[in-house]
């Protein structure tokens, strides 16, 4: 293994003085290696040398890691103003400062210093390898030494689970370990340890995981004492050409038969009026969509079967005391996971998975909006807090309720909520899963298992609890966080920041001196080259203008790389510190207040507290440990007992983050969400700590409304194949209530018809149930259909969904729908943003126009 990248020498710049939330104090900036350290005495006024005076006592310290930094902007103040310059920057943790910058015994100009200081910061924030950060040359204290690190034991915590060993009953006598990934050669972003029925084989496994998207097969994650069980996964490789796998096929079935009882132990309670043997009739109409609420309960499905053949009702066998139900709970909403097919990818046929289990299977969407969505929401938030570096005041509460961010954190717990009560309370099997299921299905399997399993909530369950759904099952830590860095957060008012070409990650402040002798220099040798051909091409020019017409010009000089550098990266120099920006999203501390949510209105269910979840989610980008730095459990042993662990941080420091006040929930071990209002609606909270506000700034009426929050929705062909059923466009069901019919696979020959499928599927224009469904026009027209609480449509395939993106590959039959794309800062740092971006137009040359379908069909918060 080559040797690390050097690190840069310290950097200080007196005179200082830093603004924040209104209280300003003067000190000296220190760039260090991994942090920027701001050293001050209270009090202390502009060129007071009291701070290096020992009889003032020791000066205070402010340490901000570099991977904090998501904003940094070099406002431009001119010389005739007298303002003095400032850097001003935005931290990832939401505080907000503004350095200015005085003049100072030393030479340095303050304009030279500040520059100085942004670049600067920018080369250390923004990385290219992972052994610059901090972790790799952290010492920890003794106390942390004295702590042996916590490492997790999968088949330790499946054995708790009554899983493995010698155990020959109960729940856990169904289900076996299994090492075909001990080499990460299966699946390189799964971990090595699965855990799947003990009736699947690994041959079986192996042909069947081409099938799930970077082979995340289904495989147990939580399995409750009354045997129901949380699977999860990524989506199926269904594609346009609605793919099947009978090894995967095989494994879902499994899963759902695995310890379910049969219906003939029930058979002694039925009626003798009804026929105990008929066998259960498979229709669109199996399924009833209810109300909003009626995916939270028990299954119609499940306690009647009173099947609807041909019209009229016929009696079939009943089922009591039975609340069982096999689910397929997708995380996305219903279009981006039908856009989805156009990648590959899609939604399963739940006709294909009905297995030996006499349960039949059904499709819930909990309608969780995407990656790009949540960072927008979050960017909205944070503009709330905007000049708060300057002033200390309120948030915009009117920007903290459009932002929606509250209503992305109920959909997400209510999600949970639905998986673990049918789990919980009907000891149900569900399989959750998203796209590549490291997102949003870690979400809702961890905050589900949060409400169902009291170990979760004890500080070593809870550190098992992210160790097992974050760390091993895979979270891309190191790029939803962006604790890389990007040169697009670094900005100079009116000015375009020069690109860094150094590969050391070296300041390119000097290289500003160096720009006129580099363009004189360019100049002259282009002179000296071309001197005796220009003089050549003119007098020839002259002899044979009649003949030949006017003589073709010198060529041009060549563009100065300091000068006429483009402003996107085209060469690898250029693309060295330029990270994604898209794949940064504020996934974990999303899962994190989804548990502060649970805590806040039962403090005393846990035995950890409130400032635990806020000091492990500033842990996430101070990269002091190595918990957080990588993607994936292969990519974390590779760099093992390099890095120390944040787990010996919290444990050697326990009295800090324990709740005095815990009492263990023995005799009621579920915890769900509290609900309140007349529409019994999840009750959320801003987390104004985290946010480092007070709680009258942020929790009042106005900043409290929900508006729209997602809610699951029960998919209308939960038990009818996608292929028995055509789509019928510009018509609806009279018995599916405000979903329409359309229950096939879409035919991507032509995408407007999938589409306008598409339109019908989610419901559009309910209220008009006989009116034609909503066609694709690029014209816009006045939308009519009713409020919907799904999010914009999903980005990339990659938990973004390319397809709604607008990157989307070409398809088998050489489709190339193009759709808007949204972009942003990430974590909301642009003081001006435009969200939608209009795509190419060649969908529209084949007579599509997405961006205007998704413009006038896709819900919005």
Known sequence: MPDPPPVEHDLHFRNVELHSLGRKEYGTLVLSKHHFVF??????????????????????????PYPLINHCILPHAPFETGKQPAIRIRLKDFRMMALHFHPSPATTPPDESARQCFYSLRSRCCVDDVRRFHAFQFSPPKEEMAVSAVEYDARREYARMGIGGKAAAGPGAAWRISDINHDYSYSATYPSVLCVPRTVSDNMLKYGGAFRSR??????????????????????????????????????????????????????????????????????HTVVLESAMSSLHISQSETTLDEVAEGKPTAKAKVYGSTRRNLIVDARPKINALANRATGGGIEDVANYRGTSDVPVEKVFLNIANIHVMRASLEKVVDSFANSDYIKMKPDQEALRKSGW????????????????????GGSHVLVHCSDGWDRTAQISGLAQVMLDPHTRTLAGFISLIQKEFLSFGHKFRDRDGIEGSEKWFEIENERVIPSRTGDGTSEAGSLNNLGAKALSGAKNWFEKNRGSIFRQQNSSRDNVSDQGPSSRPPSPPPNPLLHSPPASTGKEEKTHRKSEKEVSPIFHQFLEGVYQLMHPNPNAFEFNEHLLCRLFYHVYSCQYGEFLFNTEKERREYKDQAGSVWSHFLSREKEFINPDYVAQVEDPLLFPTRAGADREIEVKWWYRLFKREDGEMNVPRALVVSHPPHASVDSSSTASLEETPVVVGTSSPTSGGLKSALSAPNFKSMSDSLNGASSWMGLGSKNAGAAATTINPEPTTPTAQRNTTAPPEARHEETDDIVQGKVPK??????????????????????????????TTARSRGLDFAAFASQNAFRD
């Open 39 to 64: 050293r001050y005495l209270p009090g202390a006024k502009h060129g007071d040398k009291s701070l290096s005076s020992p009889a003032n006592g020791r000066p205070k310290e402010m340490w901000m």
């Open 215 to 284: 082979s995340r097969i289904p495989c147990l994650s939580y399995l409750h004492s009354n045997g129901g069980s949380i699977t999860r996964s990524s989506q199926p490789m269904v594609g346009v050409q609605s793919r099947r796998n009978p090894q995967d096929e095989r494994l879902v079935s499994a899963i759902f038969s695995s310890h379910t009882p049969s219906r003939d132990a029930t058979s002694s309670v039925i009626t003798s009026s009804l026929d105990a043997t008929a066998e259960p009739v498979s229709t669109p």
């Open 406 to 425: 509250l209503g992305h954190i109920a959909g997400m717990l209510e999600g949970a909520e639905m998986v673990a009560r049918v789990v919980g309370l």
């Open 811 to 840: 398809s088998d039959e050489g489709q190339e729908p193009v759709a808007e794309e949204y972009e942003g800062d990430p974590l909301g740092v642009s003081a001006e943003s435009t969200p939608m971006k209009t795509a190419a």
